[in-house]
């Protein structure tokens, strides 16, 4: 397929799942707007190599304003966004009654406000266009739970409901809205996790296999790549229809 004339724009895109879904984008010919706190210069030199325009926002998805002058300069910029990936979100792991207030504010305003805020700006040249695709990086956690991670599971969970409601507003257009659920993706947020493991004493050589084993039955984690491709068919016109969904990509875990 082709993307060729498309503009992306990628929340949390120098690192990680965004990255490798930018790359994918970029190889099948779309512009891509980077997003995130990383190493900008790396993301936007492998941007650069599948030969597309790129370029990069510093916006703090936690500031609804920031949010709207990053949305402001890919309309000025690029003519405004095609394909809107919401990728963008952060992670603190405690028990509810000791979860700090600000961790809790942080993660909801990252992983579930900043979707509503890019989706709002970005639905009216959507549709002016009669065409668009946002594609919403939620979680397996979107889907079930786990203990000690209540900030993060609530706003996944939200995340698919607002992807459901967002694919129900826009259901008669050439706009679809659909999310993604991964499972153990080895990004730096799951690295903290199997690093907190090994501080409290884990084998470093089976923190990884222990965690897989725990919830992922392929005992394989994701990969970025793998991500890429499923939104690269979600772009596609062969998934016109699949609207508000929410896929899992996750070697099985809510299977069981």
Known sequence: MTLNGKTALITGSTSGIGLGIAQSLAKAGARIILNGFGDVEAAKDAIDACGVRAGYHGADLSDAGQIEEM???AEREFGGVDILINNAGIQHVSPIEHFPVEKWNAILAINLSSVFHTTRLALPSMRARNWGRIINIASVHGLVASKDKAAYVAAKHGVVGFTKTTALETAQTGITCNALCPGWVLTPLVQQ???KRIAEGADPSDARETLLAEKQPSR???TPEQLGELTLFLCSEGAAQVRGA???????????
């Open 220 to 222: 394989a984690f994701v």
């Open 246 to 256: 929410a896929w899992n990509m996750d070697g099985g875990w809510v299977a069981q």
């Open 193 to 195: 996790q199997i690093d």
């Open 71 to 73: 949305m402001r300069y």
